[in-house]
C-alpha cells in the first residue's frame, strides 16, 4: 500500500484518524488511491472472502477453510486474496503447506470512518 493509500486511511504516523468523504473534497491522488481499495471490494468474490475473514472469530482463517465455499479453483481464490493484500486490506504468512489471512487491524474502522458523514443538525420549528 502506497503513503498517499496509508493517509486516506489514518495509518500515516503524521497524523491520528483520517477525514470523513464529506470533510473534504478529494484530490485526485487521494480519489486514485482509495479507488484501488474500493475496486478491491467491489468483487463479489473479493468481497465474500473479506466478509469470511473479517467475521472469524479465531482472527485468521486458513485458505483451506475459504476455498471449499466457492464454486472456484483454488488458483482463482489465491488469486483474488492477492488483490485483496495487494489493496493492503488483509495480511498472511505461510505455515507448512498452508497460508492463513487476518483483516489488518483497523483497515475496516477505517473505511467505515472515511464513509460515515456527520448528524446534521436537528432543525427546530
Not at 6 to 14: A, C, R, S
Not at 16 to 21: F, R, Y
Not at 99 to 109: A, D, H, I, K, N
Amino acid at each position: 500500500m502506497s503513503k498517499q493509500e496509508l493517509k486516506i486511511l489514518g495509518q500515516d504516523t503524521d497524523e491520528g484518524c483520517c477525514q470523513g468523504l464529506a470533510s473534504a473534497p478529494l484530490d485526485e491522488n487521494q480519489a486514485a488511491d482509495l479507488a484501488k481499495i474500493f475496486k478491491a471490494l467491489g468483487d463479489p468474490v473479493r468481497l465474500r472472502l473479506m466478509s469470511m475473514i473479517a467475521s472469524r472469530g479465531e482472527g485468521e482463517v486458513c485458505v483451506c477453510d475459504l476455498t471449499p465455499a466457492f464454486d472456484l479453483s483454488q488458483p482463482t481464490i489465491s488469486h483474488h486474496l492477492k488483490l485483496l493484500r495487494q489493496a493492503g486490506l488483509i495480511d498472511c504468512e505461510r505455515r507448512g503447506t498452508w497460508v492463513y489471512y487476518w483483516v489488518l487491524p483497523g483497515v475496516l474502522e477505517r473505511l467505515a470512518a472515511f464513509l460515515t458523514t456527520a448528524e446534521p443538525a436537528a432543525v427546530t420549528a
